[in-house]
C-alpha cells in the first residue's frame, strides 16, 4: 500500500525523475512485475508524458489483465499517440484479452486523435457488437465520428439516443453534436440544434453549449446569430471564461475586432487562451502590429507566461527578422535547455522563410528532436518560397528515408517546388503517387487536386488545368471554393479577365461563397486589364453583399487600379486613408504609375517618402524617383 500511495503521488504531481527512482527500487525486488503495482507505473508515466517508460513498464507486468491493456492504451492516447494505441489494442485481440467499456473510451479517444474515417467506423461496429451501450460511450462516439469528419454517422448515433438524450437533459450529448457540427462546417444545422437545446430549457444551454454554438456563428452569416448567443449568456450569467474566450475566437473570425476587443477588455480573470483568442483575432484580420503590441502587453504583465500556440500565433504576425529574433529567444527562455517542440518549431521555420532566411530556418529545423510532418512540411515550403525547389525536392526524399509519412499537404508543397523548376512530369509523379497509396479522404484529395491546378495554371497550360478542376469536382461531387479559387488564378494568369468574371458568377451558380482569395484574383485581374468599374463595383460589393472582409491585399489592388487609370491622386488618398499601414509595395506601385504618366509629382515624393521609411536601404524607389526627372 506504501508503494502504491508514492506512485499515485507521482502519478499526481506528475513527477517523472521521482517515478523513475521508485520504478528502480522495486524492479530490484522484481515488484513492478505484481499486476497492481505494475499497472500503477503504466499509469504514472502515462500521465507524466512518457509513453515509452509506460510501455516498458508494461512488458515487466508478469500477469497482465484487461485493466493492464486499457491503462497502456490510454497512456497512448492520453499522449496523441494514436497509432501505438491502435497496435496495443489489436494485440489485446491476439491475446483474447476481452476489452471493457473504459477500454473502448480509451480506444475513441485514440481514434478522435488520429482522425482515420475508415478506423472510427470499424470501432463504433465493435463497440456496437461487443457490450451494452449507455449514454458515456455514445457521447464519446459522437464527438469520435465528429472528430473524424463522419457527420452523417454522427447524427445518426445522436438521433437513436435521442429519447434517453432528453429523459436525463444530458446536456454533455447534445454538446458532442453541437461541436461535431461546428466542427464540420454545418453552421446552420449547428445554430438549429442549439435552438433545440434553448427551447427544452431547464438548465440548458450550459457554458459549453454557448461555446461551441458561437464557433458556428465564424461565418459572416452568422453574426447576428452569434451577437444574440452573447447576449443571452449574459443575460443567463452564462458568461464563464471558456465561453468569454469562446465569443472572441468567433468575433475575431468574423472580422468583428470592435467586439471581439470590448469582450477582451471586459474580462476580469484572462487566461492564456484569452491572450492568445484576442492575439489571432488580431493576425487573421491583418492587424499585425496590434497583434505584437498586445503579445508585448501580455509578456509585460509577466503573470500569464505565453504557451506554444501563444507563440505560433504570434510568429505569424511577425514581418521583420528582428521581429522573428525576439520571438524565438522569448522561446527559448520558455523552455529552458528543452527542445522548443515541434509546434513553436514549425511555426519558426515558416516564419523565417517568409522572411528569406533559409539559413535560419535549417538552424531551427536542425534542432528540433522530435520533428513531425507539419515541421518537414514548413521546411520543404521554406526552400521553395526561397527559390530553392531543387532542395525542397531533396529534402522530400530525406523525409521519405528517415520514414516519415508525407502527408498531402507534403506532396502538395512538393508539386510547387516542381512548377518552380518547370518539371512537370515529375508532379505528375507526385501526383500519381499520392494516387497509388490512397493518400487520405476527400480533403486530402482536394489539396492534391488544387497543387496540380496552380502547377498547370503557372505552367500556362490551362487546358490541363481546367481539366484537373473538372476531375476534381467529379471526385468530390462538386468543386469547393479552394478549387474555384486554383482555377480562376489559372484563368487570371492566362490574361482572360472575362472569363475570371464568367467564373465567379459560376461560384454564384454552385451555391458556394467566395472568399478574401477569391475577390482577390478577381480585383487583380480585373485590374491588369483595366477593368478600374469592376474593380471598385466587387470592391464595395466584397462586405455588403458577401461579408467578407476586405484585407490589406484588396485595398492594394484598388490603388492599382486607380493608379494604373493614370488617377494618381485618387490612388495615393486610398493608399492614406486605407485601415492598415501601406505596405512598400504599394507606394513602389505608385511611383511605378506616376512614372508611366508623367504626372503626380506630389503623389511621387510622397510615395518615395513613405516607401523609404518603411525599408530604408530598399533603393528601388530612389530609382524610380529619379526616372522621373
Same mark, same amino acid.
Given at each position: 500500500?506504501?508503494?502504491?500511495?508514492?506512485?499515485?503521488?507521482?502519478?499526481?504531481?506528475?513527477?517523472?525523475?521521482?517515478?523513475k527512482?521508485?520504478?528502480?527500487?522495486?524492479?530490484?525486488?522484481? =515488484?513492478?512485475?505484481?499486476?497492481?503495482?505494475?499497472?500503477?507505473?503504466?499509469?504514472? /508515466?502515462g500521465?507524466?508524458?512518457?509513453?515509452?517508460?509506460?510501455?516498458?513498464?508494461?512488458?515487466?507486468?508478469?500477469?497482465?489483465?484487461?485493466?493492464?491493456?486499457?491503462?497502456?492504451?490510454?497512456?497512448?492516447?492520453?499522449?496523441?499517440?494514436?497509432?501505438?494505441?491502435?497496435?496495443?489494442?489489436?494485440?489485446m485481440?491476439?491475446?483474447?484479452?476481452?476489452?471493457?467499456?473504459?477500454?473502448?473510451?480509451?480506444?475513441?479517444?485514440a481514434?478522435?486523435?488520429?482522425?482515420?474515417?475508415?478506423?472510427?467506423?470499424?470501432?463504433?461496429?465493435?463497440?456496437?457488437?461487443?457490450?451494452?451501450?449507455?449514454?458515456?460511450?455514445?457521447?464519446?462516439? *459522437?464527438?469520435?465520428?465528429?472528430?473524424?469528419?463522419?457527420?452523417?454517422?454522427?447524427?445518426?448515433?445522436?438521433?437513436?439516443?435521442?429519447?434517453?438524450?432528453?429523459?436525463?437533459?444530458?446536456?454533455?450529448?447534445?454538446?458532442?453534436?453541437?461541436? #461535431? /457540427?461546428?466542427?464540420?462546417?454545418?453552421?446552420? @444545422?449547428?445554430?438549429?440544434l442549439?435552438?433545440?437545446?434553448?427551447?427544452?430549457?431547464?438548465?440548458?444551454?450550459?457554458?459549453a453549449?454557448?461555446?461551441?454554438?458561437?464557433?458556428?456563428?465564424?461565418?459572416?452569416?452568422?453574426?447576428?446569430?452569434?451577437?444574440?448567443?452573447?447576449?443571452?449568456?449574459?443575460?443567463?450569467?452564462?458568461?464563464?471564461?471558456?465561453?468569454?474566450?469562446?465569443?472572441?475566437?468567433?468575433?475575431?473570425?468574423l472580422?468583428?475586432?470592435?467586439?471581439?476587443?470590448?469582450?477582451?477588455?471586459?474580462?476580469?480573470?484572462?487566461?492564456?487562451?484569452?491572450?492568445?483568442?484576442?492575439?489571432?483575432?488580431?493576425?487573421?484580420?491583418?492587424?499585425?502590429?496590434?497583434?505584437?503590441?498586445?503579445?508585448?502587453?501580455?509578456?509585460?504583465?509577466?503573470?500569464?507566461?505565453?504557451?506554444?500556440?501563444?507563440?505560433?500565433?504570434?510568429?505569424?504576425?511577425?514581418?521583420?527578422?528582428? @521581429?522573428?529574433?525576439?520571438?524565438?529567444a522569448?522561446?527559448?527562455?520558455?523552455?529552458?535547455?528543452?527542445?522548443?517542440? #515541434?509546434?513553436?518549431?514549425?511555426?519558426?521555420?515558416?516564419?523565417?522563410?517568409?522572411?528569406?532566411?533559409?539559413?535560419?530556418?535549417?538552424?531551427?529545423?536542425?534542432?528540433?528532436?522530435?520533428?513531425?510532418?507539419?515541421?518537414?512540411?514548413?521546411?520543404?515550403?521554406?526552400?521553395?518560397?526561397?527559390?530553392?525547389?531543387?532542395?525542397? *525536392?531533396? =529534402?522530400?526524399?530525406?523525409?521519405?528515408?528517415?520514414?516519415?509519412k508525407?502527408?498531402?499537404?507534403?506532396?502538395?508543397?512538393?508539386?510547387?517546388?516542381?512548377?518552380?523548376?518547370?518539371?512537370?512530369?515529375? #508532379?505528375?509523379?507526385?501526383?500519381?503517387?499520392?494516387?497509388?497509396?490512397?493518400?487520405?479522404?476527400?480533403d486530402?484529395?482536394?489539396?492534391?487536386?488544387?497543387?496540380?491546378?496552380?502547377? /498547370?495554371?503557372?505552367?500556362?497550360?490551362?487546358?490541363?488545368?481546367?481539366?484537373?478542376?473538372?476531375?476534381?469536382?467529379?471526385?468530390?461531387?462538386?468543386?469547393?471554393?479552394?478549387?474555384?479559387?486554383?482555377?480562376?488564378?489559372?484563368?487570371?494568369?492566362?490574361?482572360?479577365?472575362?472569363?475570371?468574371?464568367?467564373?465567379?458568377?459560376?461560384?454564384?451558380?454552385?451555391?458556394?461563397?467566395?472568399?478574401?482569395?477569391?475577390?482577390?484574383?478577381?480585383?487583380?485581374?480585373?485590374?491588369?486589364?483595366?477593368?478600374?468599374?469592376?474593380?471598385?463595383?466587387?470592391?464595395? /460589393?466584397?462586405?455588403?453583399?458577401?461579408?467578407? @472582409?476586405?484585407?490589406?491585399?484588396?485595398?492594394?489592388?484598388?490603388?492599382?487600379?486607380l493608379?494604373?487609370?493614370?488617377?494618381?491622386?485618387?490612388?495615393?488618398?486610398?493608399?492614406?486613408?486605407?485601415?492598415?499601414?501601406?505596405?512598400?509595395?504599394?507606394?513602389? *506601385?505608385?511611383?511605378h504609375?506616376?512614372?508611366?504618366h508623367?504626372?503626380?509629382?506630389?503623389?511621387?515624393?510622397?510615395?518615395?517618402?513613405? #516607401?523609404?521609411?518603411?525599408?530604408?536601404?530598399?533603393?528601388?524607389?530612389?530609382?524610380?524617383?529619379?526616372?522621373?526627372?
Amino acid at each position: 500500500a506504501r508503494y502504491a500511495d508514492l506512485i499515485r503521488q507521482c502519478r499526481d504531481s506528475g513527477a517523472l525523475a521521482q517515478g523513475k527512482l521508485l520504478h528502480a527500487r522495486l524492479a530490484r525486488s522484481l =515488484l513492478d512485475t505484481h499486476t497492481f503495482l505494475g499497472n500503477l507505473l503504466v499509469e504514472m /508515466y502515462g500521465r507524466c508524458g512518457s509513453t515509452a517508460d509506460a510501455a516498458a513498464a508494461f512488458d515487466r507486468i508478469a500477469n497482465r489483465n484487461v485493466f493492464s491493456w486499457t491503462i497502456l492504451i490510454a497512456a497512448f492516447a492520453r499522449n496523441g499517440q494514436s497509432v501505438p494505441a491502435m497496435v496495443a489494442f489489436q494485440q489485446m485481440d491476439l491475446e483474447g484479452v476481452r476489452p471493457n467499456k473504459v477500454t473502448f473510451l480509451a480506444m475513441v479517444d485514440a481514434c478522435s486523435g488520429y482522425g482515420c474515417p475508415a478506423q472510427a467506423l470499424d470501432l463504433h461496429q465493435r463497440v456496437l457488437a461487443s457490450i451494452e451501450f449507455d449514454l458515456v460511450l455514445a457521447t464519446a462516439i *459522437i464527438s469520435m465520428l465528429g472528430k473524424c469528419g463522419i457527420i452523417a454517422a454522427a447524427e445518426e448515433e445522436f438521433l437513436a439516443n435521442l429519447e434517453e438524450i432528453e429523459s436525463k437533459r444530458c446536456v454533455i450529448a447534445w454538446n458532442a453534436m453541437l461541436a #461535431a /457540427y461546428a466542427r464540420n462546417g454545418c453552421h446552420r @444545422e449547428c445554430l438549429d440544434l442549439f435552438q433545440e437545446i434553448v427551447e427544452l430549457d431547464q438548465g440548458l444551454p450550459d457554458a459549453a453549449t454557448i461555446a461551441s454554438a458561437l464557433s458556428a456563428c465564424c461565418d459572416p452569416k452568422f453574426l447576428d446569430p452569434g451577437k444574440a448567443i452573447h447576449a443571452r449568456a449574459i443575460a443567463d450569467d452564462r458568461m464563464d471564461r471558456s465561453t468569454v474566450n469562446s465569443m472572441i475566437n468567433a468575433f475575431g473570425k468574423l472580422g468583428s475586432l470592435a467586439d471581439a476587443r470590448r469582450i477582451f477588455d471586459g474580462m476580469r480573470n484572462r487566461s492564456v487562451v484569452s491572450w492568445t483568442a484576442m492575439i489571432d483575432a488580431y493576425a487573421r484580420q491583418g492587424f499585425h502590429r496590434e497583434a505584437l503590441v498586445l503579445f508585448e502587453q501580455m509578456d509585460f504583465d509577466q503573470e500569464i507566461q505565453p504557451n506554444d500556440f501563444t507563440l505560433s500565433t504570434i510568429l505569424a504576425s511577425c514581418a521583420r527578422v528582428g @521581429e522573428i529574433a525576439k520571438i524565438h529567444a522569448r522561446a527559448q527562455s520558455i523552455h529552458g535547455d528543452l527542445d522548443l517542440g #515541434a509546434v513553436v518549431g514549425s511555426a519558426l521555420i515558416a516564419s523565417y522563410g517568409d522572411c528569406g532566411c533559409v539559413e535560419e530556418s535549417l538552424r531551427v529545423f536542425q534542432e528540433i528532436k522530435c520533428k513531425n510532418t507539419v515541421t518537414w512540411n514548413a521546411m520543404i515550403e521554406a526552400l521553395a518560397k526561397n527559390n530553392q525547389a531543387g532542395d525542397a *525536392i531533396h =529534402l522530400l526524399h530525406t523525409m521519405d528515408l528517415e520514414g516519415v509519412k508525407a502527408s498531402a499537404a507534403t506532396l502538395a508543397i512538393a508539386i510547387s517546388a516542381c512548377s518552380q523548376l518547370g518539371r512537370i512530369d515529375q #508532379a505528375r509523379e507526385i501526383h500519381a503517387r499520392a494516387a497509388a497509396i490512397n493518400l487520405g479522404d476527400g480533403d486530402q484529395r482536394e489539396i492534391l487536386g488544387v497543387a496540380m491546378i496552380n502547377l /498547370y495554371g503557372r505552367g500556362g497550360l490551362l487546358p490541363d488545368a481546367r481539366r484537373s478542376f473538372q476531375d476534381l469536382a467529379k471526385s468530390n461531387t462538386r468543386a469547393s471554393i479552394s478549387s474555384w479559387n486554383a482555377i480562376v488564378a489559372a484563368i487570371a494568369r492566362a490574361g482572360d479577365s472575362r472569363g475570371v468574371v464568367e467564373a465567379f458568377h459560376s461560384i454564384h451558380l454552385e451555391g458556394l461563397e467566395p472568399n478574401q482569395a477569391t475577390f482577390w484574383q478577381l480585383l487583380a485581374s480585373c485590374c491588369h486589364t483595366g477593368l478600374l468599374d469592376e474593380v471598385w463595383e466587387r470592391f464595395i /460589393y466584397m462586405r455588403e453583399d458577401h461579408g467578407v @472582409e476586405q484585407a490589406k491585399r484588396h485595398w492594394s489592388s484598388v490603388v492599382d487600379a486607380l493608379a494604373r487609370a493614370g488617377s494618381m491622386g485618387d490612388a495615393a488618398d486610398v493608399a492614406r486613408t486605407m485601415p492598415f499601414r501601406p505596405s512598400t509595395a504599394v507606394w513602389k *506601385i505608385l511611383l511605378h504609375a506616376c512614372q508611366i504618366h508623367g504626372e503626380g509629382w506630389g503623389s511621387a515624393h510622397g510615395a518615395a517618402r513613405e #516607401a523609404s521609411r518603411l525599408r530604408p536601404m530598399d533603393a528601388v524607389p530612389y530609382v524610380l524617383l529619379a526616372n522621373m526627372y
